[in-house]
């Protein structure tokens, strides 16, 4: 049995991840490790990376068996897309989709075109899977996938994902090409699944779980060892959450000399807990970690169910900022500000100083209870999923026309994007031209501003 993997292109409205957030395709690397073991041939076409791929030179080369497609939310239209043309190269292929959006909304993917859709992914249902396809078995209800023969209907169990090392063998030709932020090239690693912070915005912690499950800290670093990447993205929630895990992970680094640079998810919580572990981890290769401070007001990080003060993100940066670690800071913009409030904002990142600042409007995730507060005030359906994409606004503001709103967001923009603090750190951390990319991708994200506020 052969299979073609696909992550789609970029969704031509959604410019800017080329250029700051490329990593590997973690998904349809742990698929493959599971196809490997089932015996299945397969090649995979990474079309963010092959902007001008064509999916019929894959098809008529390989003559799949099987089309397996990842997903995030502003995929779909491609999805499908790349589902018809496969259907209509050879109507006996199956196509099969995952990823998030899949696990979030599998029925954006019930269509005639796609025959099974994965709201969850293990070991056991790849294996049936492949098993009912390869025999000619009768169509079965298998528990975390949709079939369309099944009308995609299943009342089965939906379990968690399962973890699973990823078969990086599978992207081997694409890797000099992953990149995250300024870092190049950067791989991506993943310790821990689950959240102990529930965050009301957040929608990770409903897919992975709200208990936090952590893996083996040395099966971790034998993957680290195996990665030719200087760089890892280690994609956690809060990989600071476990002192003594962290405390594990910096003794088999320094006995295997492992050197490499790391980038890293860490609440404001778990740096104020353990300050006493950042020293040491810097000195293993800890370049940054990504602080979601989110709000300038406690009472708004209260509504966030964030459990941190505004004085903790200022405590917290200074803890990281002693240990010569950089700070990427992010905060949402909230639907009820007015024009002093933008301008309070400005003000708290002067006191906050991180290297790295990124803003993005208040996403009222289905999955979330933010969808059921924000519904009568949302400017794009659901079904519209390239708006969704941490760019767009997404709930009409209250305090001023959608058209000065964008105008302040604007505004931001500038301020946060041209402020010498971080213009002098991109330039000093990232290569010249990584940092020149970086620019690009702000001007793309502006111009999105820029018609959007034209729009309105």
């Known amino acids: 049995m052969k299979a073609l993997l696909v992550r789609p292109w970029v969704n031509e409205n959604i410019t800017t991840v080329r250029n700051f957030l490329f990593g590997e395709p973690l998904g349809i690397e742990c698929v493959a490790t599971v196809f490997r073991e089932l015996g299945v041939e397969m090649e995979l076409a990474d079309f963010m990376v092959e902007e001008n791929g064509k999916l019929a030179s894959y098809l008529s080369r390989l003559e799949p068996d099987i ?83 099944l009308g995609f209907v299943n009342d089965g169990f939906f379990c968690l994902n ?17 990149k995250y932020v300024g870092y190049q090239p950067c791989a991506i690693v993943q310790t821990a699944y689950g959240c102990r912070n529930r965050c009301e915005f957040c929608v990770r912690w409903k897919i992975e779980g709200d208990i936090l499950r952590e893996l083996p800290i040395s099966e971790i670093v034998d993957q680290i060892e195996a990665l030719d990447e200087p760089y890892i993205m280690i994609c956690d929630n809060d990989f600071l959450i476990n002192e003594s895990r962290l405390e594990e992970f910096c ?25 006493g572990i950042l020293g040491r981890l810097k000195d293993n290769g800890l370049m940054a970690v990504i602080v979601g401070y989110e709000a300038f007001e406690d009472s708004r990080l209260e509504e966030y169910n964030k459990p941190a003060s505004v004085d903790e993100n200022i405590k917290a940066t200074r803890i990281l900022g002693s240990h010569n670690i950089a700070c990427w800071g992010s905060f949402i913009i909230h639907p009820d500000w007015d024009k002093a409030d933008f301008k309070k904002l400005v003000s708290y990142i002067r006191a906050l100083k991180p290297e790295l600042i990124t803003f993005s409007p208040l996403v009222p995730h289905p999955l ?83 018609r959007n506020y034209f729009a309105s």
């Open 67 to 149: 089309v397996a497609i990842t997903s995030q939310c502003t995929d779909v239209a491609n999805v499908v897309q790349i589902a018809k043309e496969s259907k209509a190269f050879d109507p006996a292929i199956q196509v099969l989709v995952g990823g998030v959006q899949a696990t979030c909304f599998p029925d954006s993917f019930f269509v005639d075109e796609i025959d099974f859709v994965f709201k969850s992914t293990t070991r056991e249902n790849l294996g049936i899977l492949i098993d009912m396809l390869s025999s000619s078995k009768p169509q079965e209800r298998i528990d975390g996938i949709y079939s369309k023969s």
């Open 162 to 178: 399962e973890y699973i090392v990823p078969d990086r063998e599978i992207s081997a030709r694409y890797r000099s090409e992953y």
């Open 251 to 275: 003794t088999l680094l320094e006995e295997r000399n492992l050197k490499k640079g790391y980038i890293c998810y860490g609440s404001v919580n778990s740096i104020l807990e353990k300050p």
């Open 368 to 450: 979330t209870p933010l969808y059921t507060q924000y519904e009568e005030r949302l400017i794009y359906p659901v079904e519209d999923y390239e708006k969704w994409n941490f760019g767009d606004v997404l709930i009409y503001p209250s305090k001023m026309p959608l058209k000065k709103y964008y105008m302040q967001v604007m505004k931001l923009a500038l301020v946060v994007n041209g402020n010498f603090h971080s213009v002098a750190y991109a330039i000093k951390a990232f290569p010249l031209k990584n940092t020149l990319r970086m620019l690009f991708g702000f001007r793309s994200l502006f111009g999105v501003y820029v």
